[in-house]
């Protein structure tokens, strides 16, 4: 079963919890800002291509409305929090934004070019596939796809970037089994030069 660490193991979840934050922000920035910064923000090809490059990035921190960024909130929090455990900061950072910016730049050739995208889940996938990648056991891989097709199934719609979803949990599952193994490969190099 999914666990998180028991308290006191020296483990905190600040990372998880200013990506909420700042979610939560861009969030209320767009409710006053509208649909001019909601533009400006979110990712639309025809706007990217012409020079709008910030948007690969910032259509990771644009969510649409309450129901997107409630779900996707909970979501970042329940793996996020797992994956802190598994990963050191610069590594948790690096599987969320990879495959956040892998995936919304994929989907720029692969969505019509006229519709804008936005959300936090590719990212969150990638936390998903690299979850998958440290634990392998079966039963917390079904429930970490379980929980994946929940996702999923919850943001397909107008405006969501289902493209990113897919490239991003195949970077987090990819980045994630690389920094595994590094690790245990260290930790197995450790050992042997501690033998007598």
């Given at each position: ?143 970490a796809f379980l ?12 405006d969501v970037n ?17 920094f595994t193994l ?15």
């Amino acid at each position: 079963m999914l666990r998180y660490p028991q308290s006191g193991s020296g483990v905190t979840s600040s990372i998880t919890f200013a990506l909420v934050a700042t979610n939560a922000l861009v969030f209320m920035l767009l409710l006053l800002g509208g649909n001019q910064l909601l533009l400006q923000l979110a990712q639309t090809g025809e706007l990217f291509f012409a020079g709008d490059y910030w948007q690969v990035f910032t259509a990771m921190f644009v969510h649409f409305d309450l129901l997107h960024i409630a779900f996707n909130m909970f979501a970042l929090v329940y793996f996020g929090r797992l994956d802190e455990v598994g990963y050191s900061r610069s590594e948790y950072l690096a599987i969320y934004l990879g495959a956040g910016l892998v995936g919304n730049a994929a989907s720029l050739y692969l969505l019509p070019s006229n519709v804008p995208t936005g959300g936090a889940s590719g990212a969150i996938f990638g936390l998903v596939g690299a979850y998958v990648a440290s634990e392998r056991k079966g039963g917390n891989m079904l429930l970490a796809f379980l929980f994946a097709a929940l996702i999923f199934i919850d943001s397909i719609g107008p405006d969501v970037n289902v493209f990113a979803h897919l490239f991003g949990v195949g970077v987090g599952l990819l980045l994630g089994y690389s920094f595994t193994l590094r690790r245990r490969l260290r930790e197995g190099g450790e050992a042997e030069d501690d033998r007598p």
